[in-house]
């Protein structure tokens, strides 16, 4: 239809100023850009996303550029690149041309930090240690989400309670608040924490945490997610953001919706140990030694969940003391005879099994013929060797599927099985999400011993080389590096034979040592 003509003209504004394109036009911040400022097209509901739908809608530059509003200008210097087909991810295009402003952030994380946007809050000077309580009406930390959050805080008796706002999109959403410190390399941070469920939910989907930010300005984050967590390291490089992350691991040390959590972060130079409700749970050594610049909290939610409320009832920080300063700086060595209880092992989903102790060590086996079952530890680790002693009937002149053997990095993605078989075999499996089970090496081995004896295995798991031995003889060592499996517990795995028996697997003399 020629312009004009049936109100064509009149129909054009109105979508422009009352309609869908200026519903999208109004989520824009005053910088001419959606989310984070920043090059590129990543991820999903990002700057060039917003562009290309308002070019679907029929936005047209004279409108825009008539509109009376301080985005107006920005969002015309937006648009003539997209139509002159000169976007790309890297934040250049042929010829050196300049490119207009959008970000490349962190696969499924999106930013809504309110910090960048109070420029009077961002020079805040460093404070000095202790510090907290950090939840008052005047602090940064309690600050309004800017125009267009999707987030809404509540600060109020020292605690800030975090919800989503009723207009929020289907949109990954994430806030983040934290404050500066003079740089320290040894310090511990608690939170007391309560995540809440949404009207009308049963299952947790709220994501929150504590951020540590470091001398040089990458961030590292302990993420929590209803009973699992994760450990992620965003590296940020000419504007370019990229997210590290150990494997996400289930911990059922972690409160359900509507329970306080404690968490705790006692971090060296060279690594962290993560306590929740005063258990440890995880070494997290750092690749390359940091002092802390900033520490805060996190929020999130990914764009098809919704997020109830999180409250933060409490946040500090505090130089670490100089006895776990020491123990941080040396490797983890822990020994176990299992005559007795071991209380670094999970006793959760264990119905199906004999889990029973004695003098003669741990009975763990299926109680189901054929059956398999793992135990695993309340604590992860990164590069770890673990070792035990096994008692078994081997036999190589049975045929048989019974097995007992050792595990690694058991986590949500997975886990490494190093194990003997009845009959004087040995397999080495790698398990994920991504393929199930894979055998990486098997085959016969002089170096077991036959009889109701026991053997001696060891299982090293250390950057992406996996090795066993038996008996101190190696007889596997494969460099596993597809499936990224590269954090979580230890423990033992076992097969039932056709006749289950209490006494059918023994296991014993329990050493675990970081590397």
Request: with cysteine.
């Given at each position: 239809m020629p312009a004009g003509k049936g109100g064509l003209d009149a129909a054009r504004d109105c979508a422009h100023r009352e309609g869908p394109i200026a519903v999208e036009l109004d989520t824009m911040l005053v910088g001419g850009y959606w989310v984070e400022e920043g090059p590129g097209y990543f991820p999903k509901y990002h700057t060039v996303w917003s562009l290309i739908l308002l070019a679907q809608l029929g936005a047209t530059f004279d409108i825009i550029k008539s509109m009376q509003t301080k985005r107006n200008w920005p969002v015309w210097a937006a648009i003539?690149?997209?139509?002159?087909?000169?976007f790309s991810a890297c934040g250049t295009v042929p010829g050196g041309l300049p490119m207009p402003t959008a970000t490349l952030a962190p696969t499924r994380v999106l930013s809504a930090s309110p910090i960048p946007q109070q420029p009077t809050q961002t020079a805040a000077p460093a404070s000095l240690l202790p510090i907290g309580p950090v939840f008052s009406t005047d602090s940064r930390m309690c600050a309004a989400e800017p125009s267009g959050s999707m987030f809404f805080l509540q600060c109020q008796g020292n605690t800030l309670a975090i919800s989503?706002?009723?207009?929020?999109?289907?949109?990954?959403?994430?806030?983040?608040?934290?404050?500066p410190v003079e740089p320290i390399g040894s310090f511990v941070v608690e939170a007391v924490v309560r995540s809440e469920l949404p009207t009308g939910q049963i299952l947790d989907r709220n994501q929150y945490g504590l951020v540590l930010g470091d001398t040089a300005g990458t961030q590292h984050i302990l993420r929590l997610q209803g009973q699992e967590f994760i450990w992620e390291t965003w590296l940020e490089q000419e504007g370019i953001r990229t997210v590290e992350a150990y494997d996400r691991l289930y911990s059922p040390t972690i409160n359900p919706a509507g329970r306080e959590n404690r968490l705790q972060l006692a971090c060296a130079p060279a690594a962290c140990d993560v306590r929740i409700n005063n258990q440890f749970i995880a070494r997290l050594p750092h690749p390359t030694p940091w002092e802390l610049a900033s520490f805060g909290l996190l929020a999130a939610s990914d764009w098809d969940e919704t997020f109830g409320t999180v409250t933060f009832l409490d946040l500090t920080l505090a130089p670490l003391d100089a006895q776990d300063a020491a123990r941080l700086a040396d490797p983890a060595h822990v020994m176990h005879d299992l005559t007795a209880p071991f209380d670094l092992f999970s006793g959760m989903g264990l119905s199906g099994a004999f889990n029973?102790?004695?003098?003669?060590g741990y009975h763990f086996s299926p109680v189901i013929p054929y059956d398999y079952y793992a135990v695993t530890t309340t604590t992860a680790y990164v590069d770890v060797s673990v070792s035990a002693d096994v008692t078994m009937e081997i036999d190589p002149a049975r045929t048989g599927?019974?097995?007992?053997?050792?595990?690694?990095?058991?986590?949500?993605?997975?886990m490494v099985m190093a194990v003997i078989r009845v009959d004087g075999t040995y397999s080495?499996?790698?398990?994920?999400?991504r393929r199930g089970t894979a055998i990486l090496a098997e085959g016969a081995s002089e170096a077991i011993l036959p009889g109701r004896t026991q053997n001696r295995l060891q299982l090293d798991c250390v950057d992406d080389q996996i090795t066993f031995f038996i008996n101190g003889k190696q007889v596997a060592d494969i460099s596993d590096a597809r499936y990224g499996l590269n954090f979580g517990g230890i423990g033992f795995y076992t097969k039932a034979g056709g006749s289950p028996s209490p006494d059918a697997i023994v296991f014993n003399n329990l050493v675990i040592i970081e590397q």
């Open positions: 003539l690149p997209i139509l002159s087909f000169l989503q706002n009723d207009t929020r999109r289907k949109m990954d959403i994430q806030l983040m608040r934290d404050l029973q102790y004695d003098q003669a599927t019974q097995f007992g053997g050792l595990l690694c990095r058991a986590s949500r993605a997975g080495l499996y790698r398990q994920s999400q």
